[in-house]
Structures are given as structure tokens and as C-alpha cells.
């Protein structure tokens, strides 16, 4: 079956076709590992679940990787500010080195409980300074960069096609460059390749180079990995809409003049989970983590399923009110298929392939998540078998990843009761509905009657 995507690079859905029939090399920006993630970092990582998810769905071979960014992202992505590590590192009394480690550990702790699968490769940069250091030393061979009292800078005046990718409007740039913040750069898009350490004081974080004691810039990592693990030339590079303008506008410039080619096929960038006060963002302060979702009573699988509610290219206002509905309806959807596990019926073949042509469809059209949940509520609803619906969801749960046939260790007789309670308010047997509700609050069965239909979990 055919897979489209939305490419940032044509602005256009695309068939996709890969570089190697039945292949697809995926690249990732992944975390910069200083605090714990925010639920906004996070929703990436779903997205890119998703993507792979359903590229083995379509029987594709995967080699996915996603980097660990442990030097050199600085505050400012205009390469001003403290290195994101050596705050870290300050803020908690601690060498950055284990500030890496600690956070690295967190994220991946947070990523499994929301059953995003690892990528083949998770490079770290501190492990491949050597490569990023001759990186620079082909790109200072070209003429594309020079030297300034802070490090080495590339000049994208030499790169003719920079502003393509993301649209910029550089003579805009220009004019409304602040001077203070660009006295040695010959442009206010040049970016650093290399930057030296302060004389004053040692860093945690710091290596020898051609240029001097220094560490490498922000953007030099991803075109260096990227490289390394998929090739000069792979399928699909993902991130955040944040990284358009700057870091991924950046890579490109830094990579095809040293390639002499087109680098990467398409590009996928998923929009912002935000709070209604603007972007969530670490700096502002403004953040919630997986950790606070879980304190306050929610699954971390609740979250999941509420990114599935809007596609990847679309931004997702976070309230505590839409978590509470999206906590109902995911308890709902496993309610039923725990009930559908139960059910007999008389199978319908052509329903049955309806419904996963459908699934298909829409989860091959760009990741439509949204219509893709549709379908599933459509199918567990349906007059299908017990049996077939089952067999629909071990299939959708693949992509899904909602745990779907995992059900809660409920007492003896529970789940038949709660059937009985169902029919029992279907004939509007209020009183033979409310006495199996106490017996089942007796039992430590905790069950809510909401717009999805009837949920219960254990207390």
C-alpha cells in the first residue's frame, strides 16, 4: 500500500519512495539532555514513534537513529548564552558529565513508559568530536568558514541556497539584526561550527582542536551522525517546527557543499504541544513533565492517546481537563475491548477488511492519527465478532502502542457484573444498576459512566 508524507522541503504530501526498495533510514533530533523532558518534548518522540510504527506496519526494514545532544546546545539557538549541560551542571552542584547520564536515563525512562521503541542507534556527541572536528576541517578546506574571539563560524553568504529550505527572508534578517549580539559575525545567520573555551575558567565539557580548546557547536553533530550511521545520502530526517528557521536550515548548509549532493529526501516536523500561556518551554519555566501527568493520578498511556488526537502537523493546546477526557476515553477504549474479549457474534468477513483497509489508509496518508482512532472506536462499536475485533486490535495496537489487550487484574465475577450493570441501565434498571455499582465499590472496582459508555479501573 502506497505512503504519503507532508516533506517541509517541498511544502508538499509525497509518495514516499525510498532510497533502497523496502528501506527506510529515519534520522532523529533527539533530546538535549540537561532536565527532564516536558510533555512537549515528548510529543516528538510519539510522532517518530508513530512513523516507524508504521513503516514496519507497512513491512519495511528500519534503521532509525536519534542522537543524544550532551555539549554544546547553547541557551540562545543564535549561539549566545551558557552551554544547556554547564547550566545544568551548576544548577544541581554536579559535573555535566553526570548531569548527561542522569537526564539521559530519564528520558529513556520516560520514553518506555509511554512505549516509544528505541531507535537501532542513539549516538551520543560527546562520543564523536574527532568526526565533527574534520567535519569542520572540510568545511574551513571549502572557504565556507572563518574565525572570530569566540570560535569558528560557518559564513552562509557562501552557501547560496541557504534561505530556501525555510523560506527566509535574509535581507529581513539584516535589518533587524541586533548589533550587540553579532559584532565579529559577517552575517546574522552565520552560525557556530566550533567554539573556544573561556580563558578564564575550565569547562567540564572541553577538547582539543586545530583552532583551540573549545567544543563543538549545536548543529555540526546532527549532519556528522546522521552521516555516519545512515549514509551520505538516507530517506527521512524528523524534528520539531522549531528546528525549520535555524538548526535544520543550518545542517543543510553544513552538509551538502561537503556531500556535493541532496543530502536528505524528506523532511517531517511535527507542530508544538502548548499551554494556553504559549510554547511549553524549559527556559520559561512553564513545563510539565510525564512525572507530574503520573502524580496527578494519570496513565502515561493517557497521554499517548491524547497526541493521537491531532495529527503531528498540528498544534495541541495541553489542559488538565482535556488529560481528564482523554484518561476517560482511553479507560473506555480498553474497557470495551476487554468486553469484546467475551463477546461471540457471527463473523463478517467483509466488515472485517473494511475496517483494516481503512486503518491502513489513513495511517499511511501522514500519519492520520485522529481518523485512524475513529476507525478503531468505529470497529470495537461494530457488529463485528468478539473474535474479529480482537484480532483488529492486535493488529491497530501494533502502530497504536496503547496496550490495548492488557487488561487490569479485576476480582472473580467483576467484569461479568459490570456487563450485567450495562444491560441493567440499557433497560433503565436504575436500581439493579446502582446496587452492582456498590457491590462492585465493596470489591475495590472504582466505575464511572461517561459519554464514551461505562469505564472502570482498579482503586
Known sequence: MKIYLYNTLTRKKEKFVPIKKGEAGIYCCGPTVYDYAHIGNLRAYLFEDILRRMFLYNNYKIDHVMNITDVGHLTSDADEGEDKMEKGAKREGKAAWDIAEKYTKAFFHDTNLLNIVRPETTPKATDHIKEMIKWIKKLEEKRFTYKTSDGIYYDTSKYEKYADFAKLNLEGLKKGARIEFSKEKKNPSDFALWKFSPSDKKRDMEWESPWGKGFPGWHIECSVMSIKYLGKQFDIHCGGIDHINVHHTNEIAQTEPVIGKKWVNYWLHN??????E???????GNFTTLQTLIDKGFDPLAFRYLCFGANYRTKIEFS?????KAQQSYDSLRNRVSLAK???GKENKKLFEKFEKEFHERINDNLDTPQAMAIVWNMIKSD????????LVTKFDKILGLDLLEEEELPENALDMIKKREEARKNKNWKTADRIRE???GMNVFVEDTKEGTIWRIK
Open 271 to 276: 507542530d508544538h504541544l502548548v499551554l494556553k
Open 439 to 441: 457491590d462492585l465499590d
Open 320 to 324: 488538565w481537563e482535556g488529560m481528564k
Open 342 to 344: 467475551k463477546e461471540n
Open 384 to 391: 463485528l465478532s468478539g473474535k474479529e475485533k480482537i484480532e
Open 278 to 284: 504559549g510554547k511549553m518551554s524549559k527556559s520559561e
